[in-house]
């Protein structure tokens, strides 16, 4: 999903609708104040005990796998089962796997009815809700090798109740050109060590102007929690506290959403309608794409499908800064997912075998690539390199060239985070189509986003 308009999953043919962020990211994360009530309701109902591993008397233990994703991702990830199958012949894998509309309402249901299964893929708006209720093992205690993951990505996992997930992948959050659009329009590439927001709407707006109608310079932002997070810690805010609070008044996110306004009537980004539009458009048909955008914010891991998608060599930047610093951009590493596992188990030893196997076997990488993101396995990072794509090698080099730019790793989302998303994205429209104003929709989006992770 775009960073601005998804969330952070990433890589392939994509369902109508996966983060990140993932095959590819959703269409759109829609239901997610859905899922998060029916996560809240099946985590309370659920009990302590029982388990979803199968074993037969004398056959092999069964475990049960889910994540969500397309179509890529269900081959690569069931090519890495096999490779694991194989060396561990007593220990069968049953994959288990969606678009992430319905994941979530899958998942709090099977927790519910004390039928989870063992191992999980995770995201970050919902590890909380999911560890904090009891319902995810905690890792730490199990024989899983983490000396060799990125630190930033390993504690992403960590939190009161332990280590409840190890990152899949790691991305970050990036503004992404279309190198084709500006050439047509007779405007230079930005210089993303050093521009600022001034210069991105300024820029966005040329392009606009010397472009066909209907090609626009940028891509909205305003439909996702990552792009009102960068904007905050650019600001000295956060979107949450470590005490599990929200990080900025509602006079923040109000610029935010004035700085937004300024862009569309500048025609900087799409009209109202068109960005309505947008949104339930999948990846291939996205305006970076299709060469309606010339810029856009994505998280680094859909990178790799996005310039499959428009057939044109795609340009990672990083995001603008106040200042026109690249160390003030206050980037971060990002788990695009996590693997987890159900704290009901029958089976934890062999669970967490599995995913040892998933972040740090060398096998594992080698299938896996960089489908989830950057691998968080250094030594697995290294050793695969030759093998991925060169669009998976320019994101591995991103992620890398930024390492010494990164700001301190954001708080993590606190029960009912899942919901913010669909705030911001309601009020955005509100906005945009000048229903409210900026400052009326700060108020009451804040309110919202208060009870959504107070209730």
Request: aromatic letters at 8%; hydrophobic letters at 40%.
């Amino acid at each position: 999903m775009p960073l601005f308009s998804r969330s952070a999953p990433a890589a392939a043919k994509q369902p109508a609708a996966t983060s990140s962020t993932g095959g590819r990211r959703p269409r759109r994360k829609t239901g997610v104040a859905a899922a998060a009530a029916a996560v809240v309701m099946a985590l309370s109902l659920s009990a302590c005990g029982g388990g979803s591993g199968q074993q037969n008397a004398d056959g092999p233990v069964e475990l049960r796998f889910s994540w969500w994703g397309g179509d890529k991702r269900a081959q690569l990830t069931q090519e890495a089962i096999k490779k694991f199958e194989a060396e561990n012949p007593n220990i069968k894998i049953k994959p288990e796997f969606g678009d992430w509309s319905g994941y979530w309402d899958k998942l709090a249901t099977q927790v519910a009815a004390n039928d989870a299964p063992d191992i999980i893929q995770m995201d970050e708006k919902y590890i909380t809700e999911y560890s904090s209720r009891g319902a995810l093992l905690d890792l730490s205690k199990y024989d899983i090798d983490t000396s060799k993951l990125d630190e930033a990505a390993l504690n992403a996992g960590k939190g009161e109740d332990g280590l409840t997930g190890i990152a899949a992948g790691i991305n970050a959050a990036t503004i992404l050109a279309n190198p084709k659009v500006f050439e047509a329009a007779g405007v230079p590439l930005p210089d993303d060590s050093k521009w600022t927001w001034e210069d991105f709407g300024r820029i966005a707006s040329e392009v606009t102007a010397k472009s066909p109608k209907g090609t626009y310079g940028a891509a909205a932002y305003g439909t996702d929690e990552a792009s009102l997070g960068v904007w905050l810690r650019q600001n000295g805010k956060s979107l949450y506290t470590s005490d599990g609070k929200l990080g900025f008044e509602p006079g923040d996110i109000a610029e935010w959403w004035a700085f937004l306004k300024q862009l569309s009537e500048n025609k900087a980004v799409p009209t109202a309608s068109e960005v309505v539009e947008a949104e339930a458009a999948p990846l291939d048909q996205s305006g970076l794409a299709t060469g309606k955008n010339g810029l856009a914010f994505w998280w680094s891991n859909q990178a790799p499908a996005l310039e499959k998608a428009s057939g044109s060599d795609l340009k990672i930047l990083r995001f603008p800064s106040k200042t026109g610093s690249s160390a003030d951009a206050k980037l971060w590493y990002k788990a695009s997912q996590f693997w987890s596992a159900s704290s009901r188990t029958k089976h934890p030893e062999e669970t967490a075998k599995f995913i040892n196997f998933l972040a740090n076997d060398v096998k594992a990488g080698e299938t896996l690539l960089a489908d989830r993101g950057v691998y968080p396995n250094s030594e697995v990072r290294a050793a695969i390199e030759s093998k991925l794509t060169p669009s998976d090698v320019k994101v591995v080099k991103f992620i890398d060239q930024i390492k010494d730019e990164l700001g301190e790793a954001p708080a993590p989302p606190p029960k009912g985070a899942g919901a913010i998303q669909e705030i911001i994205k309601r009020y955005t429209s509100e906005v945009l189509f000048e229903r409210l104003s900026t400052e009326e929709a700060g108020k009451k989006a804040h309110a919202e986003m208060k009870s959504a992770i107070s209730s």
